[in-house]
């Protein structure tokens, strides 16, 4: 088993930034590739970033790239996502997830990923 959990989400004004962190605890955690994803009411779960165990490989949803940076730091057990230029459509519940399968993997599908957070909320202000 894995738990996650997100924290560093909050209010922030359009333009701002923000840095997400997920820890994670239990099984193997630093061999598992991670994703982070991005909910708002009444829409599906969205992919936003991806990254391998090892970071060397990221992978990002075209609607953060170029302004967000996935990371991880195994020897504390915690991923982050950091998002720059803050817009309105950033808000959501934003959730991380494992994928212990396939740690390589970059993916921006839901069903490759085992182990979820119970989210963070993020809300950008106009």
């Known amino acids: 088993q894995v738990q996650l959990v997100e924290s560093g989400g909050g209010l922030v004004q359009t333009g701002g930034s923000l840095q997400l962190s997920c820890v994670a605890s239990?099984?193997?955690?630093?061999?598992?590739?991670m994703g982070w994803f991005r909910q708002t009411p009444g829409k599906a779960r969205e992919f936003v970033a991806s990254?391998?165990?090892?970071?060397?490989?990221?992978y990002y949803a075209d609607s953060v790239k170029g302004r967000s940076t996935i990371s991880r730091d195994n020897a504390k057990k915690t991923g982050y996502l950091q998002i720059n230029r803050l817009k309105p459509e950033d808000t959501g519940i934003y959730y991380c997830?494992?994928?212990?399968?396939?740690?390589?993997?970059?993916?921006?599908?839901?069903?490759?990923?085992?182990?979820w957070g119970q989210g963070t909320q993020v809300t950008v202000s106009s």
């Open positions: 997830a494992q994928n212990v399968r396939e740690p390589t993997m970059v993916s921006p599908y839901e069903e490759r990923y085992d182990y």
């Open positions: 239990g099984r193997t955690v630093s061999s598992n590739a």
């Open positions: 990254i391998s165990w090892s970071g060397g490989s990221t």
